[in-house]
């Protein structure tokens, strides 16, 4: 590989996207030594407005674009994204050029230590209509919006805002914050309370053909990089966005990989599905997954 080149990754502004940036730049770095890793911090639009759900005023876009146009025009090189945060479709001429080896994918109950939750109706914090469905099978729960970055979502917590918010473990434990003395947190199973699509995945974004591709390919984590291509193939055939409840999550157990799909009907009921096979079988799995639906 080269040596001394220089490659400029876009980021968000808060912490968490800060550190997911830092060990995208730590993975390159030691994929190719000598290499420097500029920085771009880029302020997006889901960032700029805080006080409506996502679903109000572009869905998952809304974190993305000015990414795209950042990795089209040239001003940076890649885009570091939280995978779930992705749509479905990328502008033409961008790729997922690669991702790091999956977090934790699971979704979280965070509350205050020493603060019993009430025994009936509890104020919970999520924007998620999939959080919102699979928190109200489990308890009585008044969902309202949550929006900013982790530590403010946390800190609207502990100020009483809400009894509980859920949030995801990844984010908390990149954060160093899982162990944090003032909250207590639990874990829901991921094969119950099904994540995100792409949940716990930390994906590069860039041209297809770019001059980094060696380098993108040499740090990319294959069995990670095959369970984000089913979870986003299953979201496309489905037509997800931010507007509907839909919960997708792949695995492998020994040398079987498994698709699992967790979607609300429009008359409220839950539906879930699970599809089974070879690794390299995840597009006929994700096609099987989806059918009729």
């Given at each position: 590989?080269?040596?001394?080149?220089?490659?400029?990754?876009?980021?968000?502004?808060?912490?968490?996207?800060?550190?997911?940036?830092?060990?995208?730049?730590?993975?390159?770095?030691?994929?190719?030594?000598?290499?420097?890793?500029?920085?771009?911090?880029?302020?997006?639009?889901?960032?700029?407005?805080?006080?409506?759900?996502?679903?109000?005023?572009?869905?998952?876009?809304?974190?993305?674009?000015?990414?795209?146009?950042?990795?089209?025009?040239?001003?940076?090189?890649?885009?570091?994204?939280?995978?779930?945060?992705?749509?479905?479709?990328?502008?033409?001429?961008?790729?997922?050029?690669?991702?790091?080896?999956?977090?934790?994918?699971?979704?979280?109950?965070?509350?205050?230590?020493?603060?019993?939750?009430?025994?009936?109706?509890?104020?919970?914090?999520?924007?998620?209509l999939r959080r919102q469905c699979q928190l109200g099978e489990r308890m009585e729960a008044e969902c309202r919006l949550l929006r900013g970055n982790v530590n403010t979502r946390l800190d609207k917590l502990y100020a009483g805002e809400y009894d509980a918010v859920v949030l995801a473990a990844a984010g908390l434990s990149?954060?160093?914050?899982?162990?944090?003395?003032?909250?207590?947190?639990?874990?829901?199973?991921?094969?119950?309370?099904?994540?995100?699509?792409?949940?716990?995945?930390?994906?590069?974004?860039?041209?297809?053909?770019?001059?980094?591709?060696?380098?993108?390919?040499?740090?990319?984590?294959?069995?990670?990089?095959?369970?984000?291509?089913?979870?986003?193939?299953?979201?496309?055939?489905?037509?997800?966005?931010?507007?509907?409840?839909?919960?997708?999550?792949?695995?492998?157990?020994?040398?079987?990989?498994?698709?699992?799909?967790?979607?609300?009907?429009?008359?409220?009921?839950?539906?879930?599905?699970?599809?089974?096979?070879?690794?390299?079988?995840?597009?006929?799995?994700?096609?099987?997954?989806?059918?009729?639906?």
């Open positions: 590989m080269k040596q001394g080149r220089t490659i400029r990754l876009g980021t968000r502004k808060s912490r968490l996207a800060m550190v997911q940036t830092e060990l995208c730049a730590a993975a390159l770095k030691a994929a190719e030594p000598g290499l420097e890793v500029e920085i771009v911090p880029i302020v997006t639009t889901g960032d700029r407005i805080q006080g409506k759900a996502l679903t109000e005023f572009g869905g998952k876009g809304v974190f993305i674009t000015e990414f795209e146009e950042a990795v089209l025009a040239g001003t940076i090189d890649a885009a570091v994204h939280s995978a779930k945060d992705m749509p479905t479709e990328l502008e033409k001429g961008l790729e997922i050029a690669a991702v790091l080896e999956r977090e934790d994918p699971r979704d979280v109950l965070v509350s205050v230590k020493g603060r019993t939750l009430p025994k009936g109706r509890k104020v919970v914090g999520t924007g998620s990149r954060l160093g914050l899982l162990d944090d003395e003032r909250f207590d947190v639990t874990f829901f199973p991921e094969k119950e309370f099904i994540p995100s699509g792409g949940q716990g995945i930390i994906a590069l974004e860039a041209k297809k053909g770019s001059s980094f591709a060696g380098l993108f390919e040499a740090v990319n984590h294959t069995p990670t990089m095959c369970r984000l291509l089913a979870e986003r193939r299953v979201l496309s055939l489905l037509g997800a966005g931010c507007s509907e409840a839909l919960g997708v999550y792949s695995w492998e157990e020994k040398d079987t990989f498994f698709i699992r799909l967790m979607r609300q009907e429009k008359d409220g009921g839950i539906i879930r599905r699970q599809a089974e096979g070879k690794r390299e079988e995840w597009q006929r799995l994700a096609k099987e997954l989806t059918a009729g639906l």
